[in-house]
């Protein structure tokens, strides 16, 4: 069973795209406000029947409904709202997240979890070091969202098939995420081959700040997190081995320890098989510092 906690926009969308892809017989969706949770399965499960889809999608307020979860998705927490940074919502959810995360250990102690409340890399370290779980089993949703906005701008500058695009951003899911042009290409050609210095750097700013233009138009980002949800869960349901920058827990790696942050992982039925490390130059390893300290100021005020 696949277990989404928060069944607001981002958690019903994981839902259906999970239920769509058929990524495991039944699905749960757990949110403390009374209704949301059902109001939300029902509606998924009306469209499933019309597709002929045999997924049981299940709305609940009872933790002890998710025993026996395989995978448990974390997107409790309040949403960032029009003017927000993604750290202005620390202290909010910190204290979510770890009650959640003691929910989790009660009920579904032998499961995987992936973070994505907001702010991403912060909350992540938190539920790894509340759960105590191994760091192979929490791995945070980030970067795996900041490649498709990347990879949507290559395809507009480029003109190419989206398909034919492969992108690849690290760091923190925030504002110091580092978009890589170096490691991206277009059907296995470099992107700096294709495009000019300029158009790059106008690409990875457009990657950074996009985000918060789609919360300005319509409130708040939905299908493509959602999206990128089962996109991570796929992976590990279906052993792919699939190398996906996820947000977490460093021992050494990139010269950095004690800290959840965003990089290349291959992933699959064992969650974090293996760490990537790329070999970034002074530019690139510059910014991903910086969004190291970012993340270390971020969760030394918190108790966990």
Known sequence: MITIIGSGKVGGDAALFSALKRLDDQILLLDIMEGLPQGEAMDINHMLSEQGIDVEVKGSNNFEDMKGSNIVVVVAGSGRKPGMTRMDLLKINANVVKSVVDNIKKYANDSMIIPVTNPLDPMAYVTYKASGFERNRVFGMGGMLDLSRFRQFIHEATGHSRDSIR????????????????????????????????????????????????????????????????????????????????????????GHSDVTIGVPAVIGKNGVEK????????????????????????VSGIEI
């Open 167 to 254: 992108a690849l951003v690290i760091g923190e899911h925030g504002e110091n995420m580092l978009p890589l042009p170096r490691f991206s290409s277009v059907s296995g050609i470099p992107l700096p081959s294709i495009l000019p210095k300029e158009k790059l750097d106008e690409l990875v700013q457009n990657t950074k700040q996009v985000a918060a233009k789609v919360i300005e138009l319509k409130g708040a980002t939905v299908h493509a997190p959602g999206n990128a949800i089962s996109a991570i869960v796929e992976a590990v349901v279906r052993d792919r081995k699939q190398v996906i920058p996820v947000a977490t827990y460093l021992d050494g790696e990139y």
């Open 275 to 298: 760490i990537i490390e790329l070999d970034l130059n002074a530019e690139e390893k510059a910014v991903f510092d910086t969004a190291v300290k970012s993340v270390k100021d971020a």
